[in-house]
């Protein structure tokens, strides 16, 4: 929900499966002169059901920037948002299971 206007994203795709949910959401236009941009976000969330039900039963979610759509007379473009933090969570968890993998090799070698 946007704090300034208290409109909230629109759900553009919601995809299922079991309980994990994933969604594509736009948000609110911001257009300057001849230049609107929307602004793209994905949200994967896990539900339980029964449990906390602020948010449709949803335990965890996470949401990040996915990319901009700008429109600009009367052509339109879609940035990627590459999200940096979560190419290196993964990297340091590939590497941090590599590790331990190695360490266990060696150990039981010995």
């Known amino acids: 929900m946007n704090k300034e206007t208290g409109t909230a994203n ?43 039900q602020k948010d449709q039963g949803r335990v965890l979610i996470y949401q990040r920037p996915a990319a901009l759509i700008v429109k600009r007379g009367g052509s339109t473009q879609t940035i ?7 190419i290196i969570m993964v990297t340091m968890f590939g590497l941090t299971a590599l590790c331990l993998y190695l360490l266990m090799r060696s150990n039981s070698k010995a």
């Open 80 to 86: 990627p948002i590459h999200d940096m933090t979560q």
């Open 10 to 52: 629109k759900v553009s795709r919601t995809e299922q499966t079991g309980l994990l949910q994933r969604q594509l959401l736009r948000g609110e236009t911001i257009t300057r002169g001849s230049i609107s941009v929307t602004p793209i976000s994905r949200r994967i969330s896990l539900g339980l059901p029964g449990w906390l």
